[in-house]
Structure formats: C-alpha cells, structure tokens
C-alpha cells in the first residue's frame, strides 16, 4: 500500500522531545524528513543519557557505540543533514532547500528564527506553498511568548500540575511527559490540516502551537473554575468527579481500576458484591448521590476487592458489564500480546549495531485500511545524508562540499 505522506518533504529545525516527536509521527506517514543539524555541535539528543550501545543501557557513555536512547527512539526513520543556519552560506543554502520543501517545523525560542532570517514572512517568500509549524512552550503571541518553557514548567503554568496528585499532597508532574508529546499530537494535525489546506487553496500557512494552549484546551474540559464553590479540593487522585465509584482500588496482588459510568454498572458492581439492596436504593442507586458521597462509596467496594485478585476483580466485573481494568505496569506492557498484535512493540535498530536487543520502541499508533504507516530505518549520525541532500536535492558537486565541511558551513 502507498503511504499517505509520501512525496512530502520537511525540514526539521526541532530538538529535544516536542518537536522531534511531531516530526516523528510525520515521518511514520511516509514524510521524508530530513533532520537539520548544526555542523560544530551535532544534534541534541545523541549525547544524552540515558544510552544504549554494545554493552546495553548506561547512564555514562562507555564507547562510541554508547548513544542516547532519546535519539534512537526520536530519531528514527529520518535523514540527517548538517548546516550552519547563521553563516550566510549556510542560510543561503537553507533558503535553497525550502524552495524544494513541503514543510518546516521548528521548535526554536521566539525570537530565534527571526533572528536567523528564516521565519515565516521570509520563508513565506521563497516558496508561497510552504507549511511552516512553530511549536514553543506559549506560542508565538501574547505577552509571555518569550518565555522558555520544558514539559515541567507547561505542565506547571497550564495547570496541570494544579490538578495532579491526591487531595492536601504536593502539585505533581504527569509520569511521563505529556506537555511534550501530546502537543507533538497537535503539531502533526496542524501540518496534516494546513496540508490539506493547501490542497484546496494553492497556498501554505503558518501552524502556530503552544504547548500551555494545548494542555489548557484539555485540562479545562472539567468544571475546575467550579470546584471551589462546590467544596472540593482541586487535586483528586484517581477520582473523576462525574462518575462514582471511579478509582484505583488495591487488591490482594496489585491495583484496579473500576469505572462506573452509570447507574447501570453500578446495579452490575451491587450484585457481584453481594449488596443487591443497593442497586435500586433511592440514594446509593444514583450517580448524584454517589458523587456527592464518594467516600462511602469507595469504602465499600475496597473492602470487597481487598480480598480478590486483580485479575477475579476485572474478570467479574467486566462480566458485570463494568469497565475494569488492571493497572499495568512497564513489564506487563511489553508482554501484553494486544500491543504486539497491534505492531506497537517494536525492536529499535542502531545505526551500527543493527537490532538491538533489549531496548524497544513504540510503534505508529495510527493504522489506516488503505494506506501503510510505521518508522522505516534507524536514527542516523548528524551529516549522513550530506552528499545525497547537497547534491542530488540542490545541484552542489562534491568538491562544493568538500569546501563547505572546510569551512564547517555543513
């Protein structure tokens, strides 16, 4: 099957996680990507803890074949140029690749690409068709866009964090860095949309994404401007204050989690704990109620899944008609034959050593009837596609990049 991307060209400017991400799911549509390094520094990842090579993982780099897993996994399925965005040879030749691209993303600070001349309004010069994706902590306008920002701190200022954690504990960051990667998900549907925006239209556009917007667009689907009159504590756990019981709940060998969206489920949980009287009774019976009484309400069904496993819990419940699950951990992921059978457990190749063992990656999560997705090739060194870029792509001859390396213009 065709890839749906096919034939499309980005530049990536990103670095760290947001932006390698973006540009990472692109690729898995069949995008060629093709990563722009600076010649006197490499990429940003590759160097970084924690790494992977011969010898396995390590915090420390034992040998040249040590490199950062954030880099093996983000990298992959990418070509790999070097240039120097601040000589004027370097911009010149840039400015040469964008006549022949489809897409920029760049996750600079504000004020960065304007500085280097290669912002929208010039880019938007050189070729009219361009979709240029800017993805920073707080966006391109308003009177923090210069602020820098990590996943930590827009987690902390989109209030996330505010939300995250049990009632009266500390504000607590998400286990894994979901400022990061969920606005990487933004990124790509701006650039699918501005894509197919051009299709109709003849013209590119400019995709502006802020990490805090993202995280707020989502956080602030729950009431939480009205938790204070109702009495509540921002920070709730594992609860969701529209549905009781709704928590994790231990068991005699781990965790469960059991949702209770209706009342229905909640005639279901009555009868498999032995409590039918409850079912219909005219308070517990409804989810109002329940809410409003949450804390008896958990108590009671802790003292039943106390003294079952998690796999009795979800089984009977689940039998019930109740949404159950077990709290996976790392380990029960990679074992789970849905993953595998889904294609998202896969092996992670080093440019070097090939196939890796013991170290895996995630796989395309979106799966078309007609169209073929996935991750095709290992991360590469900065600079690997040099020759082809330089000389295929814009005509350079290989003395003209002898020349230019000389000069640690590429």
């Known amino acids: 099957m065709s890839r749906i991307l096919e034939g499309v060209r980005v530049l990536d400017l990103t670095q760290f996680l947001a932006g390698p991400h973006a540009t990472l799911l692109l690729a898995g549509m069949g995008a060629e990507v093709i990563r722009i390094d600076n010649p006197k520094t490499g990429d940003t990842l590759s160097g970084s803890p924690l790494y992977f090579g011969a010898g396995g993982p390590s915090f420390e780099k034992r040998d040249e074949t040590d490199l950062g897993i954030a880099f093996l996994k983000r990298s992959r399925a990418k070509k790999s140029i070097t240039l120097d965005l601040k000589s004027p040879e ?80 500390p504000p607590t960051k998400a286990g894994s860095p979901l400022a990061d990667t969920i606005s990487a998900g933004f990124a790509f549907a701006g650039v699918l949309g501005a894509l197919l925006h051009r299709e109709k239209s003849g013209e590119g556009q400019w995709v502006d994404v802020s990490m805090v917007d993202v995280l707020f667009s989502l956080l602030f689907d729950e009431p939480y401007d009205c938790y204070r009159t109702l009495g509540l504590e921002e920070r709730q756990g594992n609860r969701v204050l529209r549905f009781s019981p709704l928590n994790t709940f231990k068991t005699s060998d781990g965790w469960a989690v059991i949702c209770c969206g209706t009342d229905a489920m909640w005639r279901g949980i009555c009868r498999v704990i032995g409590r039918e009287d409850l079912g219909e009774h005219p308070d517990w019976g409804r989810m109002s109620w329940r809410v409003a009484h949450n804390n008896e309400v958990e108590k009671l069904v802790a003292g039943w899944t106390g003294s079952m496993s998690t796999a009795d819990v979800v089984e009977r419940l689940s039998h019930a008609g109740v949404v159950a699950s077990p709290v996976h951990t790392i380990d029960d992921l990679l074992a789970w034959p849905h993953l595998q059978a889904r294609g998202m457990i896969q092996p992670v190749e080093h440019p070097a050593l090939g196939m890796l063992q013991g170290l895996r990656a995630a796989g395309f999560p979106l799966k078309f009837s007609g169209a073929e997705t996935g991750y095709e090739g290992s991360a590469v060194p900065s600079g690997t596609h040099n020759l082809e870029i330089f000389t295929e792509l814009l005509g350079l001859s290989e003395q003209d990049l002898e020349d230019l390396s000389a000069r640690a213009v590429i």
């Not at 504000?110 to 920073?136: A, F, H, K, M, Q």
């Open 90 to 169: 370097g911009r010149a030749l840039f400015l040469r690749l964008v006549e022949k691209a489809d897409v920029v993303v760049e996750n600079f600070s504000v004020g960065v690409t304007e500085r280097l001349g290669i912002d929208w309004p010039r880019l938007r010069e050189v070729n009219p068709r361009l979709v240029y994706c800017s993805l920073t902590g707080y966006g391109s306008t308003g009177p923090d866009r210069e602020r820098r920002g990590y996943d930590v701190t827009t987690q902390a200022m989109a209030g996330l964090m505010s939300v995250t954690g049990h009632p009266g504990g």
